[in-house]
């Protein structure tokens, strides 16, 4: 349930209001807007069907929330979330774009991969460190020497870092060297990662899973706030369908869908989304149209011999061209990068 207050109501009015429902147990989560204070209620379900607010001072109306996810629901929260990954805003005005290989290879590929995003204006450097493989027999990453390699390549150039968590058991050593945690495709409803996830500090990129309704996305989110961790972001990278020519289907709706019901920022990853090269750019630019707050993009100094992904991985020249071509479809939907 939502309480709404009146754009009359005093601070006490609030106070009282906020007394009165710790007194029973739940709990509340403020959202202060220009106008209005909501109060988001969460807690045992039977005492929040016979709560009677309206009649409290300075109490506007109750909204009940029949969706199961709360935090995470733009009822909840009305304006934009905006997520401060040590100084780099996702979800405000400006598009920010996060690249790099799919995997760290050496220090050589990751360092070559860095400065050629960052001068082309990318903001954060991606890369796994842990990989998530169908096949036991393919490369699995390098592991904590991997994230060495990402933080002091990201570092060199000016970066932040963005890198994949498979275990729970690794998210300390993780968040010693990322900005952001990625939760990745397979893992969106790894409730116990999600869960260990909420008591993280830094930001997590929770990634659609590859048969996730829209509605299993965001309740996957909602595991990780109400553990207390807020600073979630959305990542679309396509589902699986019927068609083959594409890696996945990339679904641009579910971008304008996650805007319309949670105010938490959506990253759209186009090289996942469709897992070819010639497609990259075009997905990258109807993302933005559609909405995106940020983009991912995998580029590799030499995608030919990457060692996964390579027929997704723009090359440092086609990232520079993709760059320099999201400027005008950014600023036609009011939005800058
Ligand atoms: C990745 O970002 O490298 C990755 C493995 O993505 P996904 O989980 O979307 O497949
Ligand atoms: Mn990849």
New binding site residues.
């Given amino acids: 349930m939502i309480v709404v207050m009146s754009p009359l109501a005093t601070k006490e009015n609030l106070q009282d209001v906020i007394k009165k429902l710790e007194s029973l147990n739940l709990r509340t989560h403020l959202s202060t807007g220009d106008e209005r204070t909501i109060v988001g209620v969460i807690g045992d379900k039977k005492i929040i069907a016979n709560l009677e607010m309206e009649m409290m001072t300075g109490v506007e109306k109750t909204v009940r929330i029949t969706e199961k996810y709360k935090l995470v629901s733009r009822d909840f929260h009305p304006q934009d979330t905006v997520i401060d990954v040590d100084g780099v805003e996702i979800g405000g005005k400006e598009i920010v774009v996060m690249a790099g290989p799919?995997a760290v290879e050496s220090l050589e590929q990751v360092r070559e991969a860095a400065r050629a995003v960052k001068e082309a204006g990318a903001k954060i450097l991606?890369g796994?460190a842990f990989?998530?493989r169908t096949s036991p027999y393919d490369f699995q990453g390098l592991g904590e020497e991997g994230l060495k390699i990402l933080r002091d390549a990201a570092d060199e150039f000016g970066l932040k870092v963005v890198t994949?968590v498979v275990d729970r058991e690794d998210i300390p050593m993780i968040e010693e060297y990322a900005d952001i945690l990625?939760v990745?495709?397979?893992n969106m409803q790894n409730f116990q990662m999600l869960k260990a996830l909420g008591s993280a500090k830094k930001p997590v990129m929770l990634?659609r899973g590859l048969s996730a309704t829209i509605s299993e996305w965001l309740n996957a989110a909602e595991y990780i706030m109400t553990g207390g961790n807020e600073n979630v972001m959305f990542c679309e990278?396509g589902i699986r369908t019927y068609e083959t020519f594409t890696r996945n289907t990339m679904d641009l709706s579910a971008i304008a869908a996650i805007k319309e019901l949670s105010h938490l920022p959506i990253v759209a990853?186009p090289s996942?989304g469709t897992g070819r090269r010639p497609m990259v750019a075009p997905m990258a630019r109807a993302s933005i149209a559609v909405g995106a707050d940020a983009l991912?993009i995998e580029v590799h100094p030499n995608p030919e011999r990457a060692w996964s992904?390579g027929n997704q991985s723009l090359t440092p020249a086609q990232f520079k061209d993709l760059m320099a071509n999201l400027g005008d479809i950014a600023k036609a939907v009011g939005r800058t990068i």
């Fill in positions: 799919c991606r796994g990989k998530p994949e990625q990745g495709a397979r990634k990278r990853d996942h991912m992904d």
